[in-house]
């Protein structure tokens, strides 16, 4: 069955960096659309990024210029690199893949930005 898994989370300074990785079994990154998306206790989850099939990404307002998703094809893993973090930031994080209108989740991941 389709296994996504996070890992890369952690705590970090404001202006610090982490890198998230996402491990997908049984789904393909390269043929599916994919995304990262976060959420705070009591809000909804939201979109950060999406990577297209053909490779073209979308960020949110929020962390355009610091952030980049980017998928290594052979090792079948989605990245989300994020810089600069400050501590709006801090959330769960999730990996996300569509096939066929179906999505599929990763377990999440946290980051915790504070000084």
């Known amino acids: 069955q389709v296994q996504l898994v996070e890992s890369g989370g952690g705590s970090v300074q404001p202006g610090g960096s982490l890198r998230l990785s996402c491990a997908a079994s049984y789904i393909t990154f390269e043929i599916n659309n994919a995304a990262w998306y976060r959420q705070v206790p009591g809000n909804q989850r939201e979109l950060v990024a999406r990577i297209t099939s053909s490779g073209r990404t979308n960020y949110a307002d929020s962390v355009k210029s610091r952030f980049t998703i980017s998928r290594d094809n052979r090792q079948n893993t989605l990245y989300l690199q994020m810089n600069s973090l400050n501590t709006d930031d801090t959330a769960v994080y999730y990996c996300?893949?569509?096939?066929?209108?179906?999505?599929?989740w990763g377990q999440g991941t946290q980051v915790t930005v504070s000084s």
């Open positions: 996300n893949i569509k096939r066929n209108f179906v999505d599929y």
